[in-house]
C-alpha cells in the first residue's frame, strides 16, 4: 500500500446519519483519488483531487456526496444522510504525479468499510 | 468507451492446477497501461503487474505469468500450480487519461477458489 492510510477502517452508520472518510497520502503524492467497491462488485471511480482542487468528479453521486483534499490535512469523503446502499468499501489511492506524466502509479490504502444500519 | 471485461466471475480450481483469467479491454488511446491487482479476503488491493501498451513481450514472476495481446485487445492472467493462498479476486484495470484527469477502470473482477 505504500503508505497511503484511510481511517476509519470499519464504519457503521445508521441510515440519515453522516459519514466522513479520510484519506492521507505519503508525503510528497498530492493526487488523490477515491474509489467506490460496492458488494460483489468491480472497483469505481468517484473523484480526483488535487490540493484544493477538485479535477474529475465524474464518478461521483450527483447529492448527498462530497470530497474536499485541503492544503493541510487528509481528503475527506464526506457522504451526508447515508442510505443502506451506500454500504460499500471505499478506497483511495494516491499518486505523486498528474495525467500529463508519462505515467504515475496509483497507490492504494486499505480502504474504509462502510456499513448502514 | 474505455471499458475492461473480465467475462469469468468465479472461477474453481483444485490446487496444482494452472489457470488462467481472462481479461479484455476497450480503449482509443494509442498509449495507455494495463494493470492486474489482487484482492485477498482480508480485503486490501495487492497490486500485481503494470503494462505498458508498446511492451508486448509477456512477464513472468514466479508462477505468475501474463500474456499481453495487442491484436485481440487482451491481457490474460494465469498462474501455474495454483495454491490455496492464491483464492483471491482478481481485477484487471485500464489507466484512462481524459481532458487533464485521470482514473482507473476496473473490470467487474473473478473469484478464484483454490480447493485443497
Not at chain 1, 505523486?96 to 456499513?115: I, K, V
Not at chain 2, 496444482?16 to 482480508?42: G, M, N
Not at chain 2, 508498446?54 to 500474456?67: A, K, L, P, T, V
Request: proline residues 5%; charged residues 20%.
Amino acid at each position: 500500500n505504500a503508505g497511503v492510510m484511510q481511517n476509519p477502517r470499519h464504519l457503521v452508520r445508521r441510515r440519515g446519519q453522516e459519514a466522513r472518510l479520510r484519506c492521507s497520502p505519503m508525503k510528497g503524492h498530492s493526487h488523490v483519488y477515491w474509489y467506490r467497491q460496492l458488494p460483489e462488485e468491480g472497483l469505481k471511480f468517484m473523484v480526483y483531487l488535487q490540493k484544493e482542487n477538485i479535477i474529475d468528479e465524474s464518478g461521483m453521486p450527483k447529492e448527498r456526496f462530497s470530497a474536499e483534499f485541503p492544503k493541510e490535512g487528509p481528503s475527506i469523503l464526506r457522504i451526508q444522510q447515508v442510505v443502506r446502499g451506500d454500504s460499500a468499501a471505499y478506497f483511495c489511492a494516491a499518486s505523486s504525479r498528474g495525467p500529463a506524466a508519462d505515467y504515475n502509479e496509483q497507490f492504494f490504502g486499505p480502504g474504509t468499510r462502510l456499513t448502514v444500519l | 468507451a474505455q471499458k475492461v471485461t473480465q467475462a469469468q466471475t468465479e472461477i474453481s480450481v483444485v490446487e496444482k492446477e494452472d489457470v488462467t483469467l481472462d481479461c479484455v479491454y476497450e480503449t482509443r488511446d494509442t498509449t495507455y497501461y494495463l494493470f492486474w491487482y489482487k484482492q485477498p479476503p482480508s480485503g486490501e488491493l495487492v497490486f500485481l503487474i503494470r503494462r505498458n501498451s508498446f511492451d508486448e513481450q509477456n512477464e513472468i514472476s514466479g508462477r505468475y505469468s501474463w500474456n499481453f495481446q495487442k491484436s485481440t485487445s487482451s491481457f490474460n492472467f494465469t498462474i501455474t500450480a495454483s495454491q490455496v493462498v492464491d483464492s483471491a479476486v482478481y481485477f484487471c484495470a485500464l489507466r484512462v487519461v481524459l481532458q487533464g484527469a485521470q482514473k482507473l477502470v476496473f473490470g467487474q473482477g473473478t473469484r478464484l477458489t483454490i480447493n485443497p
